[in-house]
Structures are given as structure tokens and as C-alpha cells.
């Protein structure tokens, strides 16, 4: 019997598009750790022989990585002179590698124990682990890509000496503020010791460490402390829906102005549940952004449903920016009402 990828049928190519679909994304995760994406970027071709021993990974896994970026044409690999190219979806897989890392290894474990957690018996908190690492580091790329051009913009128009970051993840976004504007000082606020480690790993590299402070706190549920009076700009991105369902979203709020005293301006930025859109007409995010919600039991608003818990939690919406990538996504600049 001959291969059977010689001659695929339509459906059969479908399934198998699919399926490799599914192992390039894990292959694309790994490239970027290993810095093989990196490499890529910034060279015409990268030897792979040379880059094996140089980093001291693993030949025939770097190989097998190779062949899954190659099936869905990010990569070119001439195996007569053993170099690895830039494919025409590169540049895209490149500008989006923070979304499949996201889904790969900071919600990998979700989607391993997707069989028990279906079963409402069977679901505990200890399946419903993700990696906040891994998380932190994927939304570093993707706050970059997508989040920070417009939010540099809405930026320009503000002035502050203090500012205040709520979920501040790996600490890019609380640098990038600091090196802005290099008079002021800046505090980073997580729960997550591993998205805080890397915060403080980032704010080193950058001597920072005498302007930037991290503390751990838990967002969903602040008090006023010392350190939080001075604050005249909070920013918060990527995890306002955490905030939901409803009455919580309005409390979380509210409280953000007794806990922030003097915050003239409050920059909320995050991704909404789709609306209008289902099955393979779905973007870049979205299904694997609302299913692992849905997994967690964890309610996700639409844009509609932001816009009216504003007023009702003593903000108003001075100014906005809607966003194409993550798809239903937005940044609003809140002022106190």
C-alpha cells in the first residue's frame, strides 16, 4: 500500500491540517524558548547543525520542530545544505508567537485534563492549573504587538509622576512607562510569585530597580496601603475580565478609587467575549481565549457589557481605543466622575 499523504482527499487534508495545526503550535512555543525564532528573525538562513551544538539542543527534536513550522510554510528547511529560512507565514507567526505560547505552555494543562474537567464530578482546583510563567511571558509579546502602540498614544496626553500597574505580569509594560517618562516612579502589582519573578528579572536587566517596586496583592480584592497614595495614573491590561461577573466588576471598581486616592486616570485594557462571530469564522485568539474561560467556570462580558458598568462604578470614559488583534478587544481611558 502507498503513502496515504500522497493522495489526501479533501476532508482527509482538512483532518490532516488539523492535526498538524495542533503540533506546529507546540513546535512554534518551543522555537521561540529555544531562541530559534529569534535567530530566524534576524538572520537571512540559520544553520541548524551549528545551532544544535551552540545551544546545546537536542538534533533530531530541533529537526522534528523544523518539519511542523515547515508544514504550515513558516519555515523552509533545505535539507541538502542544512539551513533553516524564513517561510512566507514567518513574519505573521513571528508577530503573533505570544498567542500560541499563551495556549501551549501557559494553558497546555487545561487542555491535557480537558477530558476530566468536562465531567462536573471529576473537575478540582488543582486541574485547573495554569502556568503564570509562561503566561506572563506570552502576554509580554502580546501586549507589545497589539496593546502598547495604542496605548503609548492615549499615553501622550496624560501627565503623572506616579503610576500604578495592576496585574503587572513580566513588567514590560510598568518599564516601558518608567522609561518613558524618566522622572517618575512606578509600582508593579501581581499575585503570582512566577509572573513577579520575572517581573523583577526584567526590572533588573533594565536598572530600574530604584525606581520600580513590586509588591504582591491581590487586585480582586485591594485596601489602601502607603505605597498606592501617591498614584496618579493606573494602569491595568489583560485581565479585567477577572473583575466579572457584574456586581463584582462594579465593586473591583470602586474600590480601585478608595484604593488609589489620587488616581486622575485609569487605563483598562482587555479582550471581550465575541459577539456576532461562530465556528470557522472565529479569529486569531478568540476560541482558545473563551474556552479556556469556560473551562474555569469564569464569566467573560462583551464590549456592551463594560460600557455599561462604567458610570454605575464612578468612572467615565474620557477616551478609547478599539482593538483589531486580540480580536473584541479595547483600551479605555477611565477618569474619575
Known sequence: MTAATTHLSKEARYCADTFNGAVAAAALSAAWDIGLLDELAD???????EFTARTRTHPQAVDRILVALSSRR??????????????????????????????????GELFTNLTTLVRTDERSDRQMRRDSRAIS?????????????????????????????????????????????????AIGVDIAPGALAVAGEAIRDANLTDRITLLRDDVLNMSPRPEYADAE?????????????????????????????????LLLGDTCRSVGVEGP?????????????AIMDQYLPTLDEWYSVIDESG???????????????????????
Open 43 to 49: 538572520r537571512d538562513a540559520v544553520d541548524v547543525p
Open 74 to 107: 513558516i519555515v523552509v528547511v533545505d535539507a541538502g545544505t542544512n539551513l533553516a529560512r524564513r517561510g512566507p507565514g514567518f513574519d505573521e507567526a513571528f508577530r503573533t508567537k505570544g498567542f500560541f505560547y499563551w495556549l501551549t505552555r501557559g494553558c
Open 137 to 185: 511571558v506570552a502576554c509580554r509579546s502580546i501586549a507589545r504587538n497589539f496593546f502598547d502602540p495604542p496605548l503609548r498614544d492615549l499615553l501622550d496626553g496624560i501627565d503623572y509622576t506616579t503610576v500604578a500597574d495592576l496585574g503587572c505580569g513580566s513588567g514590560d509594560r510598568i518599564i516601558m512607562l518608567a522609561e518613558r517618562r524618566p522622572a517618575i516612579r
Open 233 to 265: 495614573l493606573v494602569t491595568c491590561f489583560l485581565m479585567g475580565h477577572d473583575f466579572w461577573p457584574r456586581d463584582n466588576c462594579v465593586k473591583t471598581l470602586q474600590k480601585l478609587r478608595e484604593t488609589f486616592p489620587n488616581a486622575r486616570n
Open 281 to 293: 469564522d472565529l479569529p486569531m485568539f478568540t476560541l482558545g481565549f473563551e474556552t479556556v474561560h
Open 315 to 337: 468612572w467615565r470614559l474620557a477616551d478609547q481605543r478599539l482593538i483589531e488583534l486580540p480580536a473584541f478587544s479595547f483600551i479605555f481611558h477611565l477618569t474619575p466622575a
